[in-house]
C-alpha cells in the first residue's frame, strides 16, 4: 500500500529539548516536504528536498532542520522547541514538486 | 491579495443536499487544480486532480475549473454525514499552494 508514514503520532514535550519527527515514504517520490497546520492559518510550508542532499526553505523555516539522506525519508527535527511550535504537523510526498501530494497522518506535537 | 482564497466555513447542509465548495486565485500560471478532503485529526487526502479547465467527475464529486476567472469548484451530490470534513483547494504552477480549508458538516 502506497503510503507516507510519520512517528510519533503524539507527542508532548519541554522547552528546548531536542526532538526529531520521522517521515518515510514507499512510492519512489523524488519530492517531500513538510508542512505545519495552525487554526485559521491553514497547511504552510517549512521545509522541502527536492531529492537526496538537497533541500531548502519553505515559508516558516525558522527553528526546524531537516535531513534527506536517503530517498524514502524525510525526518524534521527541532533542536531546540518553543511553545510556539505547538502545532499539527504533516509530511507529504510527491513525485514531482507541483504534481498531487500524498500526506502522511499527522503529529500533533505541544511544547510546554 | 493572497494567491488562493478559500471561504472557511463552517458550511452546513442537510443530508441529501448538493454541496457546493470555491476558491478563488490571483496567479494565472497556475495550471493544476486540486481538492484535498481533512477529516478531523487525520491528514488531507487528494479527492480531485484536474489540468485544465471544465469539468471533471468522479462518483458523487465534480470538480470545475474556470481559468478565465481564476474560479475553482468543488460539487458534492446526495451529500451524506460521512462527507462532513475540510475541504481544501489547492493549485500549482511550480509549486502547489493550498487554500485553509472549509468546514463542511452535512446534518443527518
Known amino acids: 500500500e502506497a503510503q507516507v508514514t510519520q512517528n510519533p503520532r503524539y507527542l508532548i514535550t519541554v522547552t528546548g529539548k531536542k526532538l526529531t519527527v520521522t517521515c518515510s515514504q514507499n512510492?519512489?517520490?523524488?519530492?517531500m516536504s513538510w508542512y505545519r497546520q495552525d487554526p485559521g492559518l491553514g497547511l504552510r510550508q517549512i521545509y522541502y528536498?527536492?531529492?537526496?542532499?538537497?533541500?531548502d526553505k519553505g515559508d516558516v523555516p525558522e527553528g526546524y532542520k531537516v535531513s534527506r539522506k536517503e530517498k524514502r525519508n524525510f525526518p524534521l527535527i527541532l533542536e531546540s522547541p518553543s511553545p510556539n511550535q505547538t502545532s499539527l504537523y504533516f509530511c507529504?510526498?510527491?513525485?514531482?514538486?507541483?504534481?498531487?501530494?500524498?500526506f502522511g497522518q499527522g503529529t500533533r506535537l505541544t511544547v510546554v | 491579495q493572497k494567491e488562493v482564497e478559500q471561504d472557511p466555513g463552517p458550511l452546513s447542509v442537510p443530508e441529501g443536499a448538493i454541496v457546493s465548495l470555491n476558491c478563488t486565485y490571483s496567479?494565472?500560471?497556475?495550471?493544476?487544480f486540486m481538492w484535498y478532503r481533512q477529516y478531523s485529526r487525520k491528514g488531507p487526502e487528494l479527492l480531485m486532480y484536474?489540468?485544465?479547465?471544465g469539468n471533471k467527475e468522479d462518483g458523487r464529486f465534480t470538480a470545475q475549473v474556470d481559468k478565465s476567472s481564476k474560479y475553482i469548484s468543488l460539487f458534492i451530490r446526495d451529500s451524506q454525514p460521512s462527507d462532513s470534513a475540510t475541504y481544501l483547494c489547492?493549485?500549482?504552477?511550480?509549486?502547489?499552494?493550498f487554500g485553509k480549508g472549509t468546514r463542511l458538516h452535512i446534518l443527518p
Open positions: 484536474t489540468y485544465s479547465s
Open positions: 489547492a493549485m500549482s504552477d511550480d509549486k502547489i499552494i
Open positions: 528536498s527536492m531529492n537526496v542532499e538537497v533541500t
Open positions: 507529504a510526498s510527491s513525485f514531482l514538486m507541483n504534481t498531487e501530494a500524498f
Open positions: 496567479n494565472s500560471a497556475f495550471q493544476y
Open positions: 512510492m519512489n517520490h523524488e519530492y
